[in-house]
């Protein structure tokens, strides 16, 4: 089994800056990829931004992309978020989510990674 467990959310002031970090563990992380997705509430879970675990390749959405920055450290097994510029409509749920040992080809989509994190909160304030 894989464990995803992130910290670092909070509430910031637009403009301001947070860190996100998300701890992998377990005998069976293998993971292709790594993402975070978010979820604000009445809406549907939205794809953040991913790296692949191997090779460091980036991708983001539109709406993070400039702002914010996924980077990993393999050795420690763990992802980051860096979140700059925030704005009141990044307010979500941030949840951190792994792949398996393989890529299906899309990487902006949940169905993608088999194993998710409990989420933590994020609340930009105007």
């Known amino acids: 089994q894989v464990q995803l467990v992130e910290s670092g959310g909070g509430l910031v002031q637009a403009g301001g800056s947070l860190r996100l970090s998300c701890a992998a563990s377990?005998?069976?992380?293998?993971?292709?990829?790594m993402g975070w997705f978010r979820q604000a509430p009445g809406k549907e879970r939205e794809f953040v931004a991913a790296?692949?675990?191997?090779?460091?390749?980036?991708y983001y959405a539109d709406s993070v992309k400039g702002r914010f920055t996924i980077s990993g450290d393999n050795a420690k097994n763990m992802v980051y978020l860096q979140m700059n510029s925030l704005k009141p409509e990044d307010t979500a749920v941030y949840s951190c989510?792994?792949?398996?040992?393989?890529?299906?080809?899309?990487?902006?989509?949940?169905?993608?990674?088999?194993?998710w994190g409990q989420g933590t909160q994020v609340t930009v304030s105007s």
């Open positions: 377990g005998r069976r992380f293998n993971a292709w990829l």
């Open positions: 989510a792994a792949s398996r040992s393989y890529y299906r080809g899309s990487y902006s989509s949940p169905s993608e990674y088999a194993y």
């Open positions: 790296i692949k675990w191997s090779g460091g390749s980036t």
